[in-house]
């Protein structure tokens, strides 16, 4: 299956969400003529992140589900997509993420349950239920959203019911003194791979204000990756590659 990660400029997005659809339409558009199979994007890429403005567009977050879903039907390619999402029963509005297959059929749909500092807790409210999985061209897939990608106990739990892919739509921002931005990139999505023995495409936004550095990873470790400017790139990955990385990096069977 051809994994793609979409790199994105932030300063491409804006308030106008018909223009920022414009934008996942071209990059799907561009997926689909490097037949890259399942693209990934950012965090509430169809919003901007900003948490403040994204919760402003939450009543709109239905509409922007299903025009995602058209234009992946459009194009014929899988997509990873984050959107805000308004629900009746709650407080506050969630950040979410959504796969739907090449028909633009929902597969999975997951809530952001680790919010990420003081903007995100204001504005959001944190789901309640792990990720589910889907079939997708053969591979068990799993969702998880940025910051619950720091937390091993997250890809864990999926790594156990079976997920052989998790797609993590991220909004990591560049470094800060004291920050550990490059070593969520440089060490923890490798080592969740490693540790799980699955893939891992996790898309960021390009610098200067997020830190880039998208990656697919695998049961080895980092495959393909970004440096800091906006692209868009791939990777083939196999079902045979896990089987034989598991085969000898019995991870999950040696669980004491």
Known sequence: MRVGIAQIDA??????LDANLEVLSS??????ERRIDLLVTPELMLTQYEPRLAARQAWRGSELRSKAANIAAAHQVGLVFSTPELDSQAV?????????DRRGVRLLHHRKRVLFGDAERLRFGAGGEESGLANFDGFMVGLALCYEVEFPEVIRSLAMRGADLVC????????????VSEQVTEVLVPARSVENQLFIAY????RPKFSGHSMVSGPLGVRTGA???????YDDVTLAELKSSRAL????????
Do not use: R, W
Not at 11 to 16: E, G, N, V, Y
Not at 27 to 32: L, Q, R, V
Not at 203 to 206: L, V
């Open 249 to 256: 990096n019995t991870y999950l069977e040696d669980i004491p």
């Open 203 to 206: 898309s960021n936004y390009a």
């Open 11 to 16: 300063d491409s997005l804006c308030d106008d």
């Open 92 to 100: 506050k509005p969630f950040i979410t993420v959504t796969l739907c």
């Open 168 to 179: 993590i739509p991220t909004a990591l921002t560049a470094s800060m003194p004291g920050q």
């Open 227 to 233: 440096g800091h400017h906006a692209e868009i790139f």
């Open 27 to 32: 990059i799907t558009a561009e997926a689909a």
